[in-house]
């Protein structure tokens, strides 16, 4: 059933750019966890996870396991440094194409 | 061709989202008298049985349509004020006093009830699935005991928008500046199943309110999540001169009509230590008052904006498409959500330049505002309630 439709061909575009374009494949350097990721500044990232890089992420995991803590959680510290040596060596292009 | 740009208006769904919605705090039901709630188009009706259970159903009997939130509770029972007709919180009528015998067929829709942290919630779901439990938000600790203040309670209601509109908010990092005069230094977002989590990490604005939460010495550090389409828990921990407040805040909605929804939040002191629980109810009726000034900057946004589905978007803006990719989920049929809408994504907003610009824009409020004051212009503006607002 239809939810919110786009009345313009060109919405569809948008969306395509906004949610997949640009999106460049990193390697977890600890598990097998593989996200795509975007950077359009040095501050920003953008980390698309699937299920099975979840499921490969021991990181996750053990958050969840953890009794006391909220059922939600900010990041993997493993995946942001193996983004972050992604970006040293060159692999993620950093800058925005007309905010995209 | 034109480089004009147009607003996609888009078509609104017809259908209410799937999920857990609450209607208010449990007490507020709790007096055997039967209530009205607004909600999905029609109305329903709420009333506590004997075994102190709280009931919802659609608020119109299925006989000859009267109105049951005028009715009575008769036992177990919503009774009908048009032909006593008594309707059980299953669903089923469960007599007619007038009659030989009750007809098979007669079975109202009923919304399977929980309560949780002393707040009703109902699962709605236009597939009539049976309610999943698992996804229920998480009992709060403390909460309803004497380590935090009682909820507060409060009702907003946004005739001409949709809901999907406050949704929206989550990932609004600049509007937090703009709208409710604070200044956001931290902004991150975490969608992940039917959860949608801001991180954000905000001071007051000096150059709005002189005191209190518009103070540059107040540090607001927030995890807002959606649990499902309509209910958010925000944990705050304010900051200010080295006095730690911690506050459990609660936004939820319900929608009314295709463009139209009522907005609910409540909130929750943990009593600091050494205060006296005066002063902690205190402290939750000026930050509830304070939010409450908060959300309707926002209605005031949304009743006048227009409704856009190609928003356009700027480095410093948050997610909205893999936001609303996300709220999808709950606008389809459970057998066509797909695995984009509730995989992991996770994206960090760069406050960098922004609070580059903000800050020159606040210093330069301020130096003008002191210009004024030393010209004896100074009318004593901004006077009023200092703003606060997180989550939304």
């Known amino acids: 059933m239809a939810s919110f439709v786009p009345t313009d061909p060109h919405t569809l575009e948008d969306q395509r750019l906004y949610t997949r374009a640009r999106l460049v494949e990193v390697s977890c350097l600890d598990c097998l966890a593989t996200v795509g990721v975007k950077k359009n500044s040095e501050h920003h990232t953008s980390i698309q996870w699937s299920s099975d890089a979840l499921r490969h992420c021991p990181e996750f995991a053990r958050m969840a396991a953890r009794p006391e803590g909220r059922d939600v959680h900010e990041g993997c510290p493993r995946m942001v440094a193996s983004i972050e040596a992604a970006v040293r060596e060159g692999k993620i292009p950093i800058g925005a194409e007309d905010g995209y | ?392």
């Open chain 2, 1 to 392: 061709m034109s480089d004009t740009r147009f607003l996609d208006a888009g078509t609104p769904p017809e259908r209410f989202a799937r999920g857990w919605h609450c209607l208010g705090l449990a007490k507020d039901f709790s007096d055997g008298k039967p209530h009205a709630v607004e909600a999905f188009g029609g109305k329903l009706v709420v009333w506590q049985d004997t075994q102190g259970g709280l009931n919802v159903l659609d608020g119109y009997c299925r006989h000859m349509g009267g109105d049951l939130t005028q009715g009575t509770v008769k036992g177990d029972e919503i009774a009908c004020p048009f032909h006593d007709w008594r309707w059980g919180g299953d669903g089923k009528c469960k007599a007619i006093p007038y009659a030989r015998r009750v007809p098979l067929r007669a079975r109202t829709q009923k919304y399977p009830t929980v309560v949780r942290n002393g707040q009703l919630l109902i699962w709605h779901d236009v597939e009539n699935s049976a309610p999943d439990m698992d996804i229920l938000p998480p009992e709060l600790p403390g909460i309803g005991t004497d380590e935090y203040t009682d909820w507060t309670w409060e009702v907003l209601d946004v005739p001409g928008a949709h809901c999907r509109e406050i949704i929206d908010n989550v990932v609004d990092m600049a509007h937090f500046f703009y709208i409710h005069f604070a200044f956001p230094t931290h902004f991150k977002n975490v969608f992940e199943g039917q959860t949608a989590t801001q991180y954000m990490n905000s001071t007051g604005r000096p150059d709005k309110a002189g005191e209190g939460y518009g103070d540059e010495n107040s540090i607001l550090k927030s995890v807002a999540t959606y649990y499902g389409p309509s209910y958010m828990i925000n944990w705050i921990t304010s900051e200010y001169k080295g006095f730690i407040t911690e506050i459990l805040l609660i936004n939820c909605h319900v929608p009314t009509s295709q463009n139209s929804f009522k907005l609910q939040f409540g909130l929750a002191v943990k009593k600091p230590e050494g205060v006296d629980d005066a002063t902690a109810e205190y402290i939750g009726k000026k930050m509830t008052k304070m939010f409450g000034e908060g959300f309707m900057q926002d209605v005031h946004i949304w009743l006048n904006k227009a409704p856009v589905q190609n928003p356009l978007l700027c480095e410093e803006d948050g997610p909205v498409y893999q936001l609303r990719r996300w709220y999808e989920q709950f606008y389809v049929d459970k057998a066509d959500v797909t695995p984009e809408m509730t995989d992991r994504f996770e994206f960090e907003v760069d406050t960098t330049k922004a609070n580059e610009y903000w800050r020159a824009e606040v210093a330069e409020n301020l130096a003008k505002k002191k210009a004024e004051d030393d010209a004896g212009a100074g009318e004593g503006a901004d006077a009023g309630t200092p703003p606060i607002m997180t989550g939304t």
